[in-house]
């Protein structure tokens, strides 16, 4: 393809709208535009990008006996009503009627659809198991779509739904997928983590994400500092290790104390001598359901995301307050769980083990010393509740945890028999009686998984694609278009390259030299062939490597084999 | 793949709510299940055709020029505001509001989105031409979906859009299209003929529609028996070549005549003992605009959707009775040309050269003779407006006109500035002056493209792949599942020929070998290979072509090369 045929319009400018990197690089460098908020034309080049992912993930799919189908994106209600999703799905389903009045939606997954498929299709365990999957545009109305293609309202995934008899058979399908999930990754050229990853309020199943690991991602992962140990979680689900205080205190009698203006933990260690892990946090928190107390440690942070869980709660928000006035009888700074009456109380299980700690009094101005919450409190719940950080123990083999910024492009996960039993998908095992499908969801953000290799792979110039996932592999630039010999060369070396199988460019454009290698930095190409008349003379051009800004000079007749063997090294 | 875990449920009846034969065998051949009216999903075998089709079409695209992209399938409506479209399209269009209120549709087409696109990005006539296009799904509310995939609510299409600086750059992108279009469908191993087709109210610009020729196609293809001459046109289309009558007759004198219950032409022809071509028809009409009364001859038959285009309105129905007595003062079968006042009088070109011919008086059970429509009738349009049948002749070379019936699966359309116009998409010319870009849209119907696949090539057993798009190439079926021997010399033929790159199932299933071969016939494979017992003690196995049943019996040690020349034959 010629440049000058190409739509790859580069733009000079930052575009005011794009916060993040690849929003940004993706926009500059021609490869998407915006048609409304969270809705993008994908271009050529990223075209060309997507279709590279999908071939990858096809063939990952269908090595491990997945069957590709292509089931509607509009769906009729009668579905979600069964599973009894349309009422709770909320405004992020978009949701519209057809010329008869029928309620649809745009799909954000397909659940409904596939079980009740399978389930008037597959009658016997013999049938089973079943990997059925799908790539296909999912729809979702973000409140406030934005980062391009990290959180758009259409975008690409790949879904992938397991059937089996039993827990053991989810569990083989479960592996596959989770072995097929880090091929993909890896063929796509990405530095990635698959991770333990949060359930949510079903609890019990099994998942992980798979994170691409990038400085810009949101999610935090943590992961054992011990290779051979391979623990691996998103922070919003690390188990905390328990680390018992060492008990040589004698536990002295509880007793209130004046503490003038001490609202904070650092207020009050500073006031009372103390160090934070000595002092019980008390923070109030409102539920759809009711008023909660949580008491962790000064120095550790609650992990609202495991909170909500164990409260199997829909609405969770920090208390206002009022609130705190009502549960607590005292102003915002002074709650601590001793003798609090009429509130769920919730303890992250390590402040259980303190002695002679220090709390809020329920009272203006007052706090506890010599509190030892075995014997004077009486949590409704002990549990881990505790948000962990990188350099605490590894839950696994109590190494070092360390810690990384990720962009989750891929989750598989254990449905249970949730969606089988709702919408009565049944099959009928060896003895004949009928059992529900036991399920798993396995899914890939496609564009995601672009935007977040663009994270990955950027620098002050431009992006820099992996080589597998690259849009084109090379880039013919004659630094002069006037020069009628140079041309010809450079032609010839752009026909000889895609002759053999290269996927290559040429700048044909009549720009000056320092436009073409600009845009070719701004693209990304990972690697360019530059011609020019001073090289040409001695019978050589120069290869440029993106990634390192490495040249070297090859003989022009020799140029194939050193692109082959320059794309196998980086590749 | 093996057939036992292979998602391709065969029914043995056929389903009821299925009309035509696509439809019938896709749901019997375990192609697809319907998910809403006239949504579907596409289980494997379906979409392994579907796959190849978009493969094909994508290479002949490339090839010409095209660049791939990805339009968003949710559309604002300010674009189609800006068109003009939103609030003419109907009730096809799906509708919907996203959760801040804001208005979008499911795109049936993209000239909007693209034409938008382009003029953002393109600013010089350097920079054209341009053919993007897209393979998506597209949207269409049909007040009855039915006939499966022929026609649904949601289906896959490739839409191309080409943008021009001049008319001569249409007509050479039109011409690519062309090509492209004769080759996805011959690549594709369908029997096709492009047709001269409609272009709607618009007028002038060229269209052609590629038919797939099949005896339940609904539409109605004219060709010339002259193979040299190659017209072919859409009944809809077709000219028509004004006979013009042996006029040796000196006109006469009007008269009127009496014809007691003479209502229809053949009553008319019997009763006044004249042949139909000298009776004129009139047959009134009412538009959104007006009345109209429309003359033919009565022999002839009037071509609505021509009427419709010279009129250009926007309904056109048959007069009820009250109005044909408004019209013409006179009840249903007498209405007549002559005299007629109030109302548009439209006639075929073909009449006003007829010589002492027929119609009615407008007055009941009365009609004229030696009616002369160039003295006695005052048109307000003389025009083409015949409906052209098989037995006519050519209107380019004379030849006759042959009739086959045909499914509309592409269509090719200039649009000239129509949109580029209406949405203010123009580039600077030579000359540094603003000129809208001249347009060309071309539309393949992929999922259609499959059913018409199967309308032209099936049986009373099945479906019968074209090798092109079959699923797969091979079914190799032992026909004893027990006898371990033949199983295993089965497993080597199946494992030897996906080795050798022939797509192959195998039919392992422990199933009687009457019913794998139904079942094998009913999907259409377009070669089966029969291990039996008999044929393998004398090292024989059985290859069966499922186009014309021919079976020949081949050494098991050459049955992959067997097969591969096979398929080259019938390929």
Known sequence: MRVSNLLVPTLREVPAEAEVISHQLLLRAGFMRKAAAGVYTLLPLAWRVILKIERIIREEMDRQGGQEIMMPIIQ????????????????????????HGRDFCLGPTHEEIITTLVKGEINSYKQLPLLLYQIQNKYRDERRPRFGLMRGREF????????????AGLDASYNKMYEAYTNVFRRCGLQFRPVVADSGAIGGS??????????SGEATVLYCADEKCGYAANQERAEAVHSLASNIDVPGE??????????SVSEVTEYLNVPPEKVIKTVIYTTDKENVAVMIRGDREINEIKLYNVLGCVRLDLADEQTVRGVTGAPVGYAGPVGLNGVKLVADSEV????????????????????????????????????????????????????AKGIEVGQVFKLGTKYSKALGGTFLDESGKA???????????????????????????????????????????PVSSKDQNLMQAAETIY???????????????PERAGVKFNDADLVGYPLRVTVGSKGLANGQVELYMRRNGETVLVPQDDVVNAV???????G
């Open 206 to 215: 099994d998942t992980h994400e798979f994170m691409v690991l990038a400085e």
């Open 352 to 403: 259980m083990s303190l002695v002679n700690a220090v709390c809020g009094a329920n009272e203006k101005e007052q706090h506890l010393v010599n509190v030892n919450p075995q014997r004077d409190t009486k949590p409704d719940l002990i549990t881990d509740i505790r948000l962990v950080k990188a350099g605490e123990p590894c839950p696994q083999c109590g190494a070092e945890l360390l810690e």
């Open 495 to 509: 026909n000889d390259l895609n002759d053999a199988g290269v996927e290559t460019v040429i700048d044909d454009r």
């Open 564 to 570: 082959k063997t320059k794309l196998r090294d980086i």
């Open 254 to 263: 509880l007793q209130k104390v004046s503490t003038p203006g001490c609202r």
């Open 156 to 167: 690409i995934m790949k879904d992938l739904y397991s059937f089996d008899r039993d827990e």
């Open 76 to 99: 009729p209600a009668e579905l979600w009503q069964e599973s009894g999703r349309w009422d709770v799905y909320g405004p992020e389903l978009f949701r519209f009627k057809d010329r």
């Open 435 to 477: 059992r529900p499908f036991v399920m798993g969801c396995y899914g890939i953000g496609v564009t995601r998984t672009m935007a977040a290799a663009v994270e990955q792979n950027y620098d002050e110039r431009g992006i820099i694609w992996p080589v597998q996932i690259a849009p084109y592999h090379v880039i013919v630039v």
